[in-house]
């Protein structure tokens, strides 16, 4: 077997496993089908802006809550808006883990609060990894000449 079709093997094994493992959900899929020859990059584009935007989100989340007086409705926006952006990427664990925050900032529970941001900032981090190996694959295939397989 060539080592192209090994690394699309690779590839297609990969992506079915963050899938099988609840790290993505079927809108990383969709995703995926909006890319094409006029715009191959746009899932890495898509994704590398979410990383940053995210890494913004967790910042201010971790000094919302750092607050002396904390305030629950913004820490509850930026929760939000970070569960918003990792639905629209596919992340489901992350998505998950800040539906959590809702509860806890109704209630003013600074400490189910806290616990909830260490748990979306390390699903977060697994999420990331995960992606960026899953990339590298991805340009391992290019660079030896083959095309990136769509896995259903």
Not at 38 to 60: A, G, I, R
Not at 117 to 134: D, S, T
């Amino acid at each position: 077997m060539s080592s192209v079709l090994q690394l699309q093997r690779q590839f297609i094994d990969y992506t079915t496993s963050l899938h099988n493992e609840g790290y993505l959900d079927n809108q990383f899929t969709e995703l995926q089908k909006l890319q094409d020859e006029s715009n191959p990059d746009f899932v890495t584009e898509v994704v590398s802006m979410y990383f940053e935007d995210s890494d913004k989100l967790l910042n201010n989340l971790t000094t919302a809550l750092q607050q002396r007086n904390v305030d629950y409705k913004q820490v509850d926006a930026h929760a939000h808006q970070f569960k918003g952006s990792s639905s629209s990427i596919g992340a489901k664990r992350v998505t998950n883990v800040c539906a959590h925050f809702k509860g806890f900032c109704e209630a003013k529970n600074l400490d189910g609060c806290l616990r909830c941001l260490q748990q979306v900032k390390q699903e977060y981090i697994f999420f990331r990894n995960k992606l960026e190996a899953l990339f590298r694959l991805e340009q391992q295939i290019l660079q030896a000449g083959g095309s990136v397989p769509m896995v259903e």
